[in-house]
């Protein structure tokens, strides 16, 4: 069982650059989340969706954008990436019922020099 | 605005040392609090789901308690293989929102 899939694993960008982070999941899940996770610190949301074509911002969405066009797939597109979004990004995704657990994905760490 | 507060940032146990980790959490109307553990390069792997004041959760060393304002991590008797950062989430009634606080890391001493 895949589970939560992201790729890249590790990415540089220079400045200025455009990339997208990919997110799928075989599981079926409606609710799919983007986290970022500085070092020492926790996760802050950054953009999430409930389902094909619905998303909505999360706690840190500037400088981001997703879009969701399968129940699968959740790109997060960074489009002009600064340092300040150096980063572990986690893609993670749930049931649609409540208080259901989220599954992650291994990240992708992400440096912007 | 929901907030999740975790305390402390760190802790540092003796093999055998019991301890608690706490959660704070402030939310309109909570639907669901829950415990994940993190390993070094790895994503958070869920522990508990908790919902209602009272309530409580067990895995092997790990407990779970809940009330109106926090929440609590026990571990008992800790071995080195619990070292890892917990990290305690709330989602609350009105979204589905999953907001996550800073976590505390543990580091168990042989």
């Known amino acids: 069982n895949a589970g939560v899939t992201q790729t890249p694993k590790f990415r540089i960008l220079k400045i200025g650059q455009s990339m997208t982070l990919q997110c799928t999941q075989d599981m079926n899940h409606n609710y799919m989340y983007w986290y970022r996770q500085d070092p020492g610190m926790g996760l802050k949301l950054i953009y999430y969706?409930?389902?094909?074509?619905?998303?909505d911002k999360g706690e840190v969405p500037n400088g981001y954008n997703v879009s969701r066009s399968t129940t699968e797939d959740f790109p997060l597109r960074l489009e002009l990436a600064a340092p300040s979004q150096t980063s572990v990004y986690f893609c993670a995704s749930r049931r649609q019922a409540a208080r259901e657990k989220l599954f992650f994905g291994s990240g992708t760490q992400l440096s912007v020099l | 605005e929901d907030q999740v507060t975790q305390s402390p940032e760190a802790l540092r146990l003796q093999e055998g040392e019991s301890s608690s980790l706490n959660c704070s959490y402030t939310v309109s109307g909570l639907r669901g609090l829950f415990w994940y553990r993190q390993d070094p390069g790895k994503g958070p792997e869920f522990l508990f789901t908790?919902?209602?004041a009272g309530e409580e959760k067990e895995k092997e060393r790990l407990k779970a308690t809940l009330t109106k304002k926090e929440s609590f991590l026990h571990i008992t008797a800790p071995k080195p293989e619990d070292s890892a950062t917990y990290l305690c989430?709330?989602?609350?009634?009105?979204?589905?929102?999953?907001?996550f606080g800073k976590g505390t890391r543990l580091h168990i001493l042989p």
């Open positions: 989430a709330v989602q609350a009634t009105r979204d589905d929102k999953i907001i």
């Open positions: 908790l919902y209602s």
């Open positions: 969706s409930v389902g094909a074509g619905i998303t």
